[in-house]
Nanobody
Framework: QVQVVESGGGLVQPGGSLRLSCAVSGSIFDFDAMGWYRQAPGKRREQVAE???????NYADSVRGRFTISRDNIKNMVYLQMNSLKPEDSAVYYCNTVPVQNEYWGQGTQVTVSS
């Protein structure tokens, strides 16, 4: 059974950076695409980035140019480098497959952007 554990969140000032990590217990070779999602209070969960096994990446308009997704197929890790953070990026961030599989939702990692 695949388990997903996100880490790396925290409190950061506007304009700052964070790097989120996603450890996948199974082999991410099994998944064609992995993604990062986020959910802010009172809002629906949204996909912010995805990376396909060949390395192609896609981003939501709100984060394009600021966030970078990457994957390490040997270590079974997925990363999200977040730069130029804005208060509206504050949310709980999750890692999952694309499309999502409900049984793979982890606890997420909280990102708070505030001065």
């Amino acid at each position: 059974q695949v388990q997903v554990v996100e880490s790396g969140g925290g409190l950061v000032q506007p304009g700052g950076s964070l790097r989120l990590s996603c450890a996948v217990s199974g082999s991410i070779f099994d998944f064609d695409a992995m993604g990062w999602y986020r959910q802010a209070p009172g809002k629906r969960r949204e996909q912010v980035a995805e990376i396909i096994s060949g390395g192609t990446t896609n981003y939501a308009d709100s984060v394009r140019g600021r966030f970078t997704i990457s994957r390490d197929n040997i270590k079974n890790m997925v990363y999200l480098q977040m730069n130029s953070l804005k208060p509206e990026d504050s949310a709980v961030y999750y890692c999952n497959t694309v499309p999502v599989q409900n049984e793979y939702w982890g606890q997420g990692t909280q990102v708070t952007v505030s001065s």
